[in-house]
């Protein structure tokens, strides 16, 4: 009879003792599934804002190509102008240039002009009047 009470207590003790470790287990198990709620909540999140930030960055990326080209095109548009201002300036150099010459050369007409005129009123039988008009004996 001791040794069924033996038995009995032992039985009892080690049915205690497994009751303990299952509540524990199932304690730790409780806790582990709350933190791997946690923990895939928080990567859900961060999942989310890396997603966002990936958006982000595509956007700009956008806007930073439609920058780039818009940047482009002034550049091409401002070399267009810069070329068209140095024709411009050159034609204009070039007709100043026409103009003056043209300038010249009626004056250098009036200029002949008026010489003939005063040669032919002149005196030649002065000798400044042969220098002004170019003749060298005075006529005889």
Known sequence: MKLV????A???????AMIFQTLRQELSLR?????VLESSAEV???EDSIMDMK???QKLKSTVDDVNVKLEDLKKEK???????????TTDHEAAK???QEEIGSLKK???EREKTICAHADMTKEDARKLCGESAPPQ
């Open 79 to 89: 070399a267009e102008k810069e070329k068209a201002v140095q024709e411009a300036e």
């Open 98 to 100: 026409n103009k003056a």
């Open 55 to 57: 958006n982000k960055i």
């Open 31 to 35: 806790n582990l599934r709350a933190r």
């Open 5 to 8: 009470v033996f038995f009995v």
């Open 110 to 112: 009036q200029i002949l």
């Open 10 to 16: 032992v039985s009892v003790a080690v049915m205690v």
């Open 44 to 46: 859900k999140r961060r």
